[in-house]
């Protein structure tokens, strides 16, 4: 599993033969420049799902429900979620959970609508958690998203979601569940990985885990092709003459009579 944002990538991640496509709301982080993931909305969200369908048409597609589209009250996260499923194609939403969301996952799997259960860190409580940490390093804390993860499962989660988890914890989830269970910073005994696509291949905006071995160095290809773009046009080697576009040698020497007789 990868992130993904727009059209043209999401051919190319189908291409590549990526199972799944994550339409996430790091969007608003890695796109749009905000320091979190919290300023994304649903009319941001649906559309990018949207385009990302049209593009990977064969791919497991999970939208990334946005903070505060689903914690208030039941009704509002079937609602938005069916935004995601309807509109914007998409085949599961992930929302982050503890125990206190059960009856909102048990209440949107019953409206038909399957939920992938994000555990461990997640970035939209953030603030309320101190930061950017590993979660579940102590045994009260591991037993308790251990319990949690049962309960996602038993209130009818088709998936979970690993985040920042110490890998003796995520190999205990993944043994213990029959759902898919897809990691981030999570070990290698999760049965799927994703990524954020800008962290995978170095193209600058996201904050990439330690663990992350990056694939390629878009930003350092991307930077000399402008850099080179820069440097043509003001030495006037761009555009090319022979990709010019000439007039008819007999209408500019039309132009010229009439620009002379004015």
Partial sequence: MITCYDFPT????????VDSLLVGDTYAEVCLGHPSTLRATVDQMVPLCEAVRRGAPSVFLVGDMPYLSYQACVEEAIHNAGRFMADGGCDCVKIEVDRRLVRTVEAMSSATIPVMAHLGLKPQSV????????????AADAKQMIEDAKMMEQAGAAA????????EVATII????????IGIIAGSSVDGQVVVFHDLIGYG??????????????HSQLLSAFQRYVHDVSQGAFPLKEHSAP??????????KLLSAS
């Fill in 174 to 181: 993944t043994q213990s569940t029959e759902l898919p269970v």
């Fill in 127 to 138: 603030h309320s958690v101190g930061g950017y940490k590993i979660q579940g390093k102590r």
């Fill in 247 to 256: 007039m008819d040698a007999a209408e500019l020497q039309s132009l010229q």
């Fill in 205 to 218: 905006g996201g904050h990439p885990p330690r663990s992350l071995r990056p694939y390629a160095d878009i």
């Fill in 10 to 17: 999401a051919r190319i991640m189908q291409e590549a033969g």
């Fill in 160 to 167: 979970l979601l690993l985040e920042a988890v110490p890998d």
